[in-house]
């Protein structure tokens, strides 16, 4: 009965494209051989964009290290319910889990098929569910009141070099080494520090000081504390390091702490022991040295804004913070953030933003990073009058539409006056019909310079 059953190549494309998944099937040779309206939908494509080509050559993104149907190829074993998060030809964020499959025909690899499932929806409502989980959780942490704002739960990322960042940061979080946190402006190193604090087990107070333009003396009371009367005015008080004792003490931008100051931070790394200023006696602390630099360490270290020794005993645990223009597929999901955090904060409605001012938050550079972004989407939050952020709702990032625009055209202004002047002359004298006292009374001048003027005028060529 079976026998007489046959489906035709129509009847199987037919069945293909019903199914609700994407399909990229591959000869052994990796050419597409079939790619449905689905798989296209997902990638932001059209089906004859990667019909009969090299799947790496349709997908330069790919390379044969990251791509699971050259991994498949390669291993003939299949890879099952792998989820993946990407950004598409058209910037669309899309969740999708997949299932890659070998083909093999009589013990031959004739190729390789990759099932796609869109689950971007259910993934949007995961990140909501998670997000009100992160804010129930920041609650809780800051009724303890220990100087905190941030958690782990707020490092918004998709990016691999910055989730492999975040969980070196978790892993710290279990120890009590001494850490060095490098990143530009802006990249959120105290959102890091505070998480990774905030993931101890250590009960007392997190402290932060920025050591940028602070003289010595100033720094060093303020580490360390005073006692009475160890110069004029000072009083007996506490510095940050007792303040911060059973918790930790983050110093931003160390590099800029002078280096006398570093060789007394360094006896504190060493020993744990603290002496106020003008003290006799030393003071055993226990506190976890967190500390910051905007710039290069190398780079630090060679121009000696920071001791090579006191660079050794911080770098324990080293953390690199990816800037945000190495990590542009995070920039949607923290537009989307931010608009949510100022729509609460201003009572706003934004549901959205425009494609077109999107693409150009997408393509800028951002020299100052997060933060430049949340300040952008702050301001733009304050003009907003409906339920989309507009390109108008951003004039901070467009150009000036009254700016003078030099070009070579533009003649020297020497001989811009001396037409002026010229075209000036000549009219009063033929209002005047040629007589110079008057022509010198209407340009109130002397009949003399007038005259000079006249004399030194030179002659009109016939192309003017």
């Known amino acids: ?75 003939r074993k299949a890879i099952f319910n ?33 099932i796609a499932r869109d689950i971007s929806r259910i993934k ?7 997000e009100l989980q992160a804010k129930i959780n920041k609650k809780s942490i800051r009724e303890f009141d220990n100087g905190t704002t941030y958690t782990f739960d707020d490092i918004l990322t998709n990016d691999e070099t910055f989730l492999s960042v975040k969980a070196r940061a978790r892993k710290a979080a279990e120890l009590h080494s001494p850490v060095l946190v490098y990143g530009e402006t802006g990249t959120g190193k105290e959102l890091i520090v505070q998480s990774i604090h905030n993931a101890s087990n250590r009960s007392g107070p997190f402290i932060a000081q920025n050591c940028a333009a602070l003289p010595a003396t100033i720094l060093e009371s303020i580490l360390f504390g005073t006692t009475k009367g160890s110069f004029t005015g ?11 004792d059973g918790g930790t003490l983050f110093l931003d931008e160390v590099n800029s702490m002078p280096i006398d100051v570093q060789a007394k931070l360094l006896r504190v790394l060493e020993d744990g022991v603290i002496r106020r200023v003008g003290a006799v006696k030393t003071r055993k602390v ?48 923290l537009i989307d953030h931010f608009i949510d955090k100022y729509n609460r904060k201003f009572h706003k409605k934004v549901k959205m933003i ?5 693409d150009y938050l997408y393509e800028r550079n951002w020299q100052g990073n997060v933060r430049e972004l949340e300040h952008v989407i702050q301001s733009a939050m304050n003009f907003a009058d409906g339920e989309m952020l507009n390109m108008k709702d951003f004039p901070m990032l467009q150009p000036q539409t009254n700016e003078v625009v030099m070009n070579k055209s533009i003649e020297p202004l020497r001989e811009t006056l001396k037409k002026t002047e010229r075209r000036i002359i000549e009219r009063a004298m033929i209002a005047s019909e040629g007589n110079v006292k008057k022509a010198a009374k209407q340009l109130c001048i002397p009949r003399q310079t007038l005259q000079y003027k006249l004399a030194k005028l030179p002659k009109r060529s016939s192309a003017e």
């Open 1 to 75: 009965m079976n026998e007489n059953i046959s489906i035709t190549d129509g009847m199987f494309k037919a069945i293909l494209e019903s199914i609700d998944e994407g399909i990229h099937v591959v000869d052994n040779k990796g050419i597409t051989i079939y790619y449905n309206e689905i798989a296209a939908r997902h990638d932001g494509l059209q089906v004859e964009e990667v019909l009969g080509k090299h799947y790496l050559e349709a997908f330069p993104s790919l390379s044969k290290e990251t791509s699971t149907l050259s991994h498949v190829m390669a291993t």
């Open 82 to 114: 792998k989820d993946q998060t990407y950004q598409n030809v058209k910037g669309h964020f899309i969740s999708t889990v997949n299932t890659t499959l070998p083909i093999v025909v009589n013990g031959e690899l004739e190729g390789a098929v990759e």
């Open 124 to 130: 949007t409502l995961s990140d909501k569910v998670m």
């Open 234 to 244: 000072a009083e007996e008080r506490e510095g940050l390091f007792e303040l911060a």
């Open 286 to 333: 226990d506190v976890r040295i967190i500390a910051a630099i905007n710039e290069e360490p190398e780079v630090a270290l060679q121009a000696k804004r920071l001791r090579v020794d006191l660079f050794y005993r911080l770098n324990v645990i080293y953390l690199r913070i990816p800037p945000l223009r190495a990590r542009r597929q995070d920039i949607p999901q």
């Open 354 to 358: 425009r494609d077109d001012a999107a």
